[in-house]
């Protein structure tokens, strides 16, 4: 096991994204980053908290293209944490207040730093959105009729896809923790379980090994293999001829790891051990495309040549994900996607799921995850690779 | 200990919701409503998965006012799932796809419904957002001319804080499975644990009891009083002189419970003591004057006032929470909030948290927290009253 790397990150990783960010504003002629979301506020403020789960409060970040320090524009109840952090001009109102929740605070903000008349980048593509209500951006461009509003230019997505090392290393340690749960899962479970049962054991595993949390945990069980792969567990017990499998987000300091794993319950049927071979050999076809240079796409036709030849099927491959994994790191997915269509480059310090899966049957899928980190010279396995043989739990 | 209620709800629970919709949406001129966030489309559909912490792929319900079918347009890997529940129309793409992400199926479902000319709501009001990246939203608005764009009237809001019986069973199960925990929580800790280890025991203990989740764990530890009441656990090591609070977020079938409880390590100091009692006596205004017919700000006023007559002093209370409570249900927080501007009726159904805080000395926090549920002849505790006196671990 590794040792624990330590929490947060140096003031200077996050001067560091502000300067890379400044230099991507002025090359898209922004005057500002204006950011709502948790990832986004956290990418450049390092402020951790669950509180976001609370959907009541907004919090804004604006980031000046030009020298001035960024404001984080908050509400009260989280002055003191924020504080503590590296961000200095904070503003803060009593919130709820659905009067005026932050608006007059934040068109200050953006008055003072960016003057009337200023170009502003809200991030509006792929996989954002704006944690704001509707009525209250429409107040926002009322109160600042000067302001232009427009995309971010995917700043944010070139930024966050490439990780630093100290992001890496909290990926790698959820990722070194969960996969030591994984091998230990057979001798925490035993045949007559339910999924449910099955499930609370693999989390408290997590929680006992070291994980802060885990946030994301699906999976199920069936016989000759799993129905879908995005539900919570049910009372099924799962016993002899089941394929089981669980597919975990785990967190350390805010990073994530994402993969899953697959159990045989008693000695799995020729179809079983042939789809859980081919995923696996498909999992290492698309680890050797997952080089600097290549796209993503390449390494999607990687997992999914492979499994069509292995079928003799186009069809079969992908069990109706759309895609054969994705960037990770702070979100349980981010981009880029491994699909036909994302053309995106491959670089030294991307973390990528590959995640290829295939119909075995009708209603009956078999799933590989693994997560992997981009090198100069080739990709690394963050995850302790999954055994080549479907592992057995005695039934 | 209750016995654990029934999971999921029967169709007719789903019927009567689309029904009382149906009406809300006539009275406000509404052709339909769009929702793209998780409480909504899972309050409509009944569809329940952690798959939702994936920001890539957008999920929509279509709710045509009329008696024409609810729409689910979702991505195809969710299909399984959801074609296990009582939504008999759904349409799937193969997502993600950021060249199309389900807005030309979106478009298509809204004309089939509704007609090329339409009045939809997008629930655009406090506490809600749009799960929607902004450059799709004008795809759509573009793609349909004839549509106009309003809010929805507050019809999720007037829907959602009056909660269904079953709806109540799933806040009390897990409100009193946690209930259980903190009671207990004494003998699993001891003087010299770290916060995390004791919020690590915290959470496991929860789980083992029966919690499906425990999403939401914040809180701390401080001579005299905890300093802020929204961050994680750090390595601070709690002893002799300590209060320990956690609040918690934990989760029945999709239903939280939202509460805290504080702790001393060895005997309480007089301010200890005192603001512990003040707190504790200020829930019990809260609760008395939560009864139906009154408003949320009579329930934040009872609570102000008793906290600011026995401080002398305007200024302690609250302690930078901006409100004294707030609604609880498929979300950790949810309107009404307990607060001097909030007019809204307190109503049989509603399930409420009562918050009161004070500031015990500069940084130095006292906050209560208990979960209440309005019946017509007045509220009832659904947590396990918190004891009038602060509870000792022994240091």
């Given at each position: ?185 057979p001798t925490l479970i035993r045949p007559g379980m339910s999924e449910r049962e099955i499930f609370r054991r693999f989390k408290i595993a997590c929680l006992r090994a070291g994980a802060d949390d885990v946030p994301y945990l699906v999976g199920g069980s069936g016989i000759g293999g799993v129905g879908d792969i995005i539900s919570p567990p049910g009372e099924r017990r799962v016993g002899a001829g089941d394929v089981l499998m669980l597919d975990t987000g785990a967190v350390f300091d805010g990073y994530y790891c994402d993969f899953d794993r697959n159990y045989s319950f008693g000695s799995p049927d020729d179809a ?124």
């Amino acid at each position: 096991m590794m040792t624990e790397p330590p929490r947060g990150f140096p003031t200077e990783e996050f001067a560091g994204r502000l300067a890379r960010a400044r230099v991507l504003m002025a090359a898209a002629g922004l005057d500002g980053l204006l950011l709502t979301t948790e990832p986004e506020f956290r990418y450049f403020s390092g402020f951790l908290t669950q509180f976001w789960q609370s959907p009541t409060r907004p919090w804004f970040l604006l980031l000046p293209a030009d020298e001035g320090a960024p404001v984080a524009i908050i509400p009260s109840i989280g002055e003191d944490a924020m504080r503590r952090g590296w961000i200095e001009d904070i503003r803060c109102w009593s919130s709820p207040n659905p009067a005026d929740e932050g608006l007059s605070l934040l068109a200050d903000a953006i008055r003072d730093r960016m003057g009337p008349v200023a170009r502003i980048g809200l991030p509006s593509g792929p996989e954002t959105h704006l944690r704001l209500p509707l009525d209250d951006l429409d107040r926002l461009k009322r109160a600042l009729p000067g302001v232009s509003w427009t995309g971010d230019a995917d700043i944010i997505r070139q930024l966050r896809m490439v990780k630093s090392e100290a992001e890496i290393a909290k990926t790698a340690h959820i990722c070194d923790l969960v996969s030591d749960v994984f091998e230990r899962l057979p001798t925490l479970i035993r045949p007559g379980m339910s999924e449910r049962e099955i499930f609370r054991r693999f989390k408290i595993a997590c929680l006992r090994a070291g994980a802060d949390d885990v946030p994301y945990l699906v999976g199920g069980s069936g016989i000759g293999g799993v129905g879908d792969i995005i539900s919570p567990p049910g009372e099924r017990r799962v016993g002899a001829g089941d394929v089981l499998m669980l597919d975990t987000g785990a967190v350390f300091d805010g990073y994530y790891c994402d993969f899953d794993r697959n159990y045989s319950f008693g000695s799995p049927d020729d179809a079983v051990r042939n789809a859980y071979r081919i995923a696996h050999d498909a999992t290492a076809a698309g680890f050797d495309a997952a080089r600097p240079g290549a796209q993503a796409r390449d390494v999607f036709h990687a997992m999914n040549s492979l499994i069509s030849k292995a079928l003799g099927d186009e069809d079969g491959a992908g069990g109706g994900v759309g895609r054969m994994g994705h960037g990770l790191g702070m979100q349980l997915t981010e981009w880029p996607s491994n699909a036909a269509w994302d053309e995106t480059e491959i670089a030294p310090g991307m973390i990528l799921t590959l995640e290829p899966g295939l119909t075995i049957a009708p209603g009956r899928v078999m799933v590989h995850e693994e997560n992997i980190v981009i090198r100069a010279d080739g990709p690394r396995y963050l995850t302790r690779r999954a055994p080549p043989e479907i592992p057995v739990v005695a039934a």
